[in-house]
T-cell receptor, first 112, second 112 residues
Framework: DTGVSQDPRHKITKRGQNVTFRCDPI?????LYWYRQTLGQGPEFLTY????????KSRLLSDRFSAERPKGSFSTLEIQRTEQGDSAMYLC??????????FGNGTRLTVT | KQEVTQIPAALSVPEGENLVLNCSFT??????LQWFRQDPGKGLTSLLL?????REQTSGRLNASLDKSSGRSTLYIAASQPGDSATYLC???????????FGTGTRLTIIP
């Protein structure tokens, strides 16, 4: 059990660029979640997968956001045409089913 | 819609004191509630998971209580240490829902 791994840890990009983040869950965890956290706030749910199926998406996940989990292993979160309001910490979590959730250290995105 | 409030928003106490962090939620139809800690710039570390059928859960110097009917949970930290300094977040899981709803957290500082 090496924990949930996220890459990169930090990403600085210019407005309008596309970015992609990766999450490697704890092995054999069939559920994978993405959350977003802005400064001084608690994390907000974005989406979750059970195996390779994306089962729920938040209204926060605009058309510029897309998440995938091919083969039910790692997941990617892509943001197209980034905006300054996308600046946040993007957190990934996994679980063997329901709770408890195990979180990674996050990817901090700064859009300039 | 579940709303979670954590009071106080910030707390500073001398080392060695016992302390209580509060969490309240508006929808009492929950499966369980999870307490996390978050160090600056890091992800979330799960501390305790308390099921809706339980009233208390203990791990070391930490004790979480749950009063589902009144929509309240407390996290008790005994004999506080400087290493306990972090932000503490609570997150109930509603029945029939897969996403945790987080409060904004309590930022705890233990003064040596």
């Amino acid at each position: 059990d090496t924990g949930v791994s996220q890459d990169p840890r930090h990403k600085i990009t210019k407005r309008g660029q596309n970015v992609t983040f990766r999450c490697d869950p704890i092995s054999e965890h069939n559920r994978l979640y993405w959350y977003r956290q802005t400064l001084g706030q608690g994390p907000e749910f974005l989406t979750y997968f059970q195996n390779e199926a994306q089962l729920e998406k938040s209204r926060l996940l605009s058309d510029r956001f897309s998440a995938e989990r091919p083969k039910g292993s790692f997941s990617t979160l892509e943001i197209q045409r980034t905006e300054q309001g996308d600046s946040a910490m993007y957190l990934c979590a996994s679980s063997p089913g329901g709770t408890p959730l195990h979180f990674g250290n996050g990817t901090r995105l700064t859009v300039t | 819609k579940q709303e979670v409030t954590q009071i106080p928003a910030a707390l500073s106490v001398p080392e060695g004191e016992n302390l209580v962090l509060n969490c309240s939620f508006t929808d009492s139809a929950i499966y369980n509630l999870q307490w996390f800690r978050q160090d600056p710039g890091k992800g979330l570390t799960s501390l305790l998971l308390i099921q809706s059928s339980q009233r208390e859960q203990t791990s070391g110097r930490l004790n979480a209580s749950l009063d589902k009917s009144s929509g309240r949970s407390t996290l008790y930290i005994a004999a506080s240490q400087p290493g306990d300094s972090a932000t503490y977040l609570c997150a109930p899981l509603r029945i029939g829902n897969e996403k945790l709803t987080f409060g904004t957290g309590t930022r705890l500082t233990i003064i040596p």
